[in-house]
């Protein structure tokens, strides 16, 4: 059994091109499966919709959110249609199984005078400010992701071009557009900030990445969502907002104005259109002017 586990989760690792952290998920979620199949003393080759149907019970009793029961669910899945595939199991009595359904809650987002206000807070006259400006209008600019951002390195940024190329999940590349705002910050920061940050390092040497910490390493995503969350604090008090929420931004005020869903899917990296669509929920703005144009009385 445990080889097993070890040879699937090699075939996310190597096949599929799944991160660590994804691997590390799924590895907790069907060790703590077989677990409780081995308590209620239930043999592997037994295992069918019963026994999972069991342990998403059993879960939901322990007061697991529905959308973590899910995961569990879609990992247990995933691990019997490996073994079938392989032929170490015959059955599939596990397959009818349906996957919990979640509720659809809207990502958070900022509108664009908070997006303003947020981009205006950064001090532009010192290194660290510059370095924060520029951060927070690339984010918003191509809606890419704090991991995406924190891995860019300078040969893949191409300020003459307008182009930046980022590495998202399962190492898929894509070329982004850059908004001339951006562009802007990006060179302040290259041609000023950078270098003096740079210099704070103990031992100088050459840094591929392109944004430094105050001590002149590589910035973190902790790092990220610490600078994010200084500046959003002195314009607001709304919780479950974070840096990701520029990338809900960017999504939602490109489709407001008129952008392609298949666009924004491009730019935003998703495998499928269905992940792009829950950026299509329209602002109160946008509503009220909807109403006002099309209604006739109003």
């Known amino acids: 059994m445990e080889n097993w586990l070890e040879d699937f989760l090699n075939y996310l690792t190597v096949e599929k091109n799944a991160s660590w952290l994804t691997v590390a998920s799924y590895r907790r979620d069907i060790e703590q499966f077989l677990f409780f199949c081995q308590k ?5 080759s037994e295992i069918s919709k019963g026994e999972i149907r069991s ?20 990992a247990i899945r995933s ?6 595939r392989e032929g170490l199991i015959y059955h599939s009595l596990w397959a009818s199984v349906a996957t919990p359904k979640t509720p659809s809650n809207l990502p958070g987002f900022l509108y664009y005078d908070q997006v303003l206000e947020l981009l205006s807070r950064p001090d532009g006259k010192t290194a660290l400010g510059i370095r924060d400006r520029a951060i927070l209008e690339l984010l918003y600019s191509c809606g890419i992701r704090v991991g995406e951002l924190v891995k860019i390195c300078l040969d893949t940024l191409d300020l003459e ?15 982004l557009p850059l908004g001339k705002v ?36 590589p910035l973190s995503d902790r790092g990220v969502r610490w600078i994010f969350n200084k500046y959003f604090t002195q314009i607001s008090e709304e919780e479950n907002i974070s840096p990701h929420s520029l990338r809900h931004s960017f999504a939602t005020h490109l489709l407001e104005n008129g952008a392609d869903l298949r666009a924004v899917q491009e730019l935003l990296g998703h495998i499928s259109i269905t992940t792009t669509q829950i950026y299509t929920h329209i602002t109160r703005e946008q509503l009220q002017k909807i109403y006002f144009s099309a209604h006739p009385r109003a």
């Open 79 to 84: 691990y019997f249609k490996y073994l079938q």
């Open 161 to 175: 071009q307008e182009l930046l190329k980022v590495k998202g999940k399962r190492s898929r590349e894509r070329i």
């Open 55 to 74: 342990f998403l019970s059993y879960l939901n009793e322990k007061g697991y959110q529905k959308v973590t029961i899910a995961r569990k669910s879609s």
């Open 40 to 44: 209620s003393s239930i043999q592997f």
């Open 182 to 217: 951006s562009i802007t910050w990006l060179k302040k920061y290259l041609n000023g900030a950078r270098p003096a940050l740079l210099k704070k390092r103990k031992l100088y040497d050459e840094e591929r990445l392109l944004f430094l910490n105050n001590n002149g390493y």
